[in-house]
């Protein structure tokens, strides 16, 4: 099962670290957080921004490691999709980083196209961008 996180899922969606509880808990309110679950037990999360205020880009897809290759990103990914369709949204946006090749083949597995990379001077490490149409014959 897939929903949109509440104040309850803080603990476990500010369990990375890369944002501040804060902020977090920002995201939860806007609407911005989906967890997913197995017999009501989470087991994956996915955060989203609007770049520019108005363009949906995945910033972070995590699915504990026992429940991986379980279908639990695709499920958070087409619940997003049909989340982002409904208020309008006609293209969702993502990324990863070129030294990971796993969340580069599981983009294109879900229908996301590659469309632009970053190079990052400091460590080095490039970040792949991509896109996916959101219409009916591209929905996960």
Not at 16 to 30: F, Q, T
Not at 95 to 115: L, Y
């Amino acid at each position: 099962m897939v929903r949109f996180a509440d104040r309850n899922d803080l603990g476990f969606v500010a369990q990375d670290g890369y944002v501040s509880r804060d902020v977090v808990a920002a995201k939860i309110d806007a609407g911005e957080v989906l967890i997913a679950e197995k017999d009501t037990i989470p087991v994956g999360y996915l955060r989203i921004e609007y770049l520019w205020s108005r363009v949906p880009y995945i910033t972070l897809i995590r699915v504990l490691p026992e429940h991986r290759k379980e279908g639990v990103g695709k499920a958070l990914l087409a619940f997003l999709e049909r989340a982002l369709e409904s208020a309008g949204h006609t293209v969702l946006l993502s990324s990863s980083q070129a030294d990971e090749p796993e969340p580069q083949a599981w983009h294109r597995h879900v229908g996301f196209a590659e469309c632009g990379r970053l190079e990052m001077i400091n460590d080095g490490v490039d970040e792949i961008f991509f896109r996916k149409d959101l219409s009916p014959e591209n929905t996960t």
